[in-house]
């Protein structure tokens, strides 16, 4: 009998065949799973501003099998469902697209077979489902699921398909964080409104998200052309900050610690995040889980696809104090000729000039609205992180460099944009090798200059060795830097223009086909991914 794993590895060591099929995962006879969920893509319809409902893209949840908690919907928001499993857990989560177009969902965070990770070439046509089975292997965090087609990820995240995966542990239980209601997930995203309350995205995608054309004098002036060009190139930023799916949130609370679990859910909007009383934030979780132990930091900085967790104690203001949760300024996510720029030309043609990267604004207002008293308190030590030795990396001497390019007015990593099954000699790597990564955003593009990629590797979690930037480009970095959280496991490195970064990444478990690439949804649709390979 051959085992799943076995399959993979000799489809895999065969080298062309990358994938396996959907038959041959039958035949096999997946174990039961502990907890099976129906996710059905579907158009519906929120009420996000006051009047009007506004047409958005989402997912609706239904638990198959398994506890009730397992998901769990957040009230009135296209978001979610909030997906809550232990480690150790065999999951099925069965997609149903009821979308017009393909679509899939990648697990973002997750160690999975790279069959079930939601890569681009593995998507469910209209009426079609896709059935995701995996062990939950990865430690307890904030994990969280969206599309992954090519061309069509910011798209349809745009109009609302994103949802948290949140994974416990026994590690976590034995730390005593807040739980139930104190334990808060807060979904930062910007989001354009039109008067009709519908979501505005590239002008050419109204008639799709909406379900009407948005047309008119506008829909001409401001319709495809450099304005949309632009956007699809550069991200789309938004006027607005949606938290949880909501505008202008109040966050009520008592007099006690929570726990936040931020995630930035946005295309391509950067946040740096702060109290507005200036009390430091301490950290204690990142991408892929729990620090070994809390972090203080001023601001943190949370790029596209990034998670950040807070411990917060609101036992130190009086009951009726109102604070708020700021985006602070910053040198902005666009460098030309050396230097940084904020509004110049190629920032007019970036279609969103209201609230360009870098400018401040609020983003979520807390009332202490009762007093409680709660028997928890933060622990010195969270959890175990086994440190990777950077000389055991098989390519210590020479690090594995990934220059991120521009091309013909095209993204590219290395020169190449996205091929969707093929890697080049640079991008195979071997199972079971640990390697030096390093991310390298300081290539000159002319004239488009530099911009901030936050870049993701799927199927894994990694660690952050060092970091550098160039000299020109220094200043406009520490705007951010002293907001890097890179002491845990992360599966994603920001880097601002001039900067790079070295990483320790692992290859466990899974061989196969994987992207790799930068979570700005935009740069991601428009080249700027590629695929590594995992060689038994
Ligand atoms: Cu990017």
């Known amino acids: 009998m051959w085992t799943r794993r076995d399959v993979v590895k000799t489809l895999a060591a065969g080298g062309g065949m990358l994938a396996m099929p959907a038959t041959i995962r039958e035949a096999l006879g997946a174990l039961e799973p502990d907890v099976e969920i129906v996710l059905t893509a579907t158009k519906g319809e929120a009420p996000i501003l006051s ?56 697990w973002h965070g997750l160690h999975v077979p790279d069959d079930m990770d939601g890569h681009p070439r593995h998507t469910a046509a209209p009426g079609k489902r896709f059935v995701y ?25 745009y109009f609302g398909l994103a949802g948290l995966f949140l994974v416990s542990d026994e590690e ?87 726990r936040l679990r931020l995630l930035n859910a946005s295309n391509a909007r950067i946040f740096k995040l702060a109290w507005d009383d200036g009390s430091p934030l301490t950290v204690i979780g ?8 809390p972090v203080q930091r001023s601001y943190v900085t949370l790029a596209p696809g990034e998670r950040i967790e807070l411990w917060t104690d609101f036992s130190r203001y009086a009951v009726g104090t109102e604070l708020t949760m700021r985006s602070l300024p910053f040198a902005g996510d666009m460098a030309m000729g050396g230097g940084m720029m904020g509004g110049g030309m190629m920032g007019m043609m970036m279609g969103n000039q209201e609230l360009p990267n870098g400018a401040a604004f609020p983003v979520l207002k807390v009332r202490v609205a009762r007093s409680e008293k709660a028997p928890v308190t933060l622990p010195k030590r969270l959890s175990t992180i086994v440190r990777y030795r950077p000389e055991d990396a098989v390519n210590y001497r020479r690090p594995r460099v990934f220059h991120i390019t521009m091309g013909m007015m095209e993204w590219g990593i290395n020169g ?61 970095r520490d705007s951010v830097s002293a907001g890097y959280v890179d002491e845990g496991w ?42 590594y390979l995992v060689r038994v």
């Open 490 to 531: 992360k599966d994603e490195v920001f880097l601002m223009p001039g900067e790079r970064a070295k990483v320790l990444v692992a290859f466990k478990d899974f061989p196969g086909l994987f992207p790799y690439h930068c979570h700005m949804l935009e740069h991601g649709d428009t080249g700027l991914m590629r695929n």
């Open 172 to 258: 976590e239980q034995a730390a005593k964080l807040p739980l139930g209601e104190y334990d808060l997930p807060l979904i930062l995203q910007d989001r354009s409104f039109d008067g009709e309350n519908r979501l505005v995205f590239l002008s050419d995608e109204r008639a799709r998200g909406g379900g009407m054309m948005g047309g008119g004098m506008m829909g001409g002036m401001m319709g495809g052309g450099m304005m949309d060009m632009m956007t699809r190139m550069m991200g789309f930023l938004g006027d607005r900050v949606l938290v949880n799916g909501r505008p202008d949130a109040i966050l009520s609370v008592a007099t006690r610690p929570y």
């Open 51 to 106: 009047g009007r409902a506004t047409p958005v893209w989402t997912y609706r949840g239904k638990v198959v099998k398994g506890e009730a908690g397992s998901m769990q919907s957040i009230p009135g928001s296209y978001l979610g469902p909030i997906i809550r499993v232990r480690k150790g857990q065999r999951v099925r989560l069965v997609l149903e697209n009821g979308l017009a177009e393909a679509t899939n969902i990648h």
């Open 133 to 157: 089975e995996f062990e939950i292997k990865d430690r307890a965090g904030t994990y969280f699921f969206h599309p992954h087609p090519h061309g069509r990820t910011g798209t349809q995240a």
């Open 416 to 476: 190449r944009g996205f091929e969707m099954e093929r890697v080049a000699e640079d991008e195979i790597v071997r199972l079971n090798t640990l390697e030096v990564w390093e991310f390298a955003n300081d290539a000159s593009m002319g004239m488009m200059g530099m911009m901030a990629h936050p870049m993701h590797i799927h199927g894994l979690q990694f660690q952050i060795l060092e970091r550098s930037v160039t000299r020109a480009l220094r200043e406009a």
């Open 286 to 293: 990142t991408d892929g889980g729990l620090l070994e132990a």
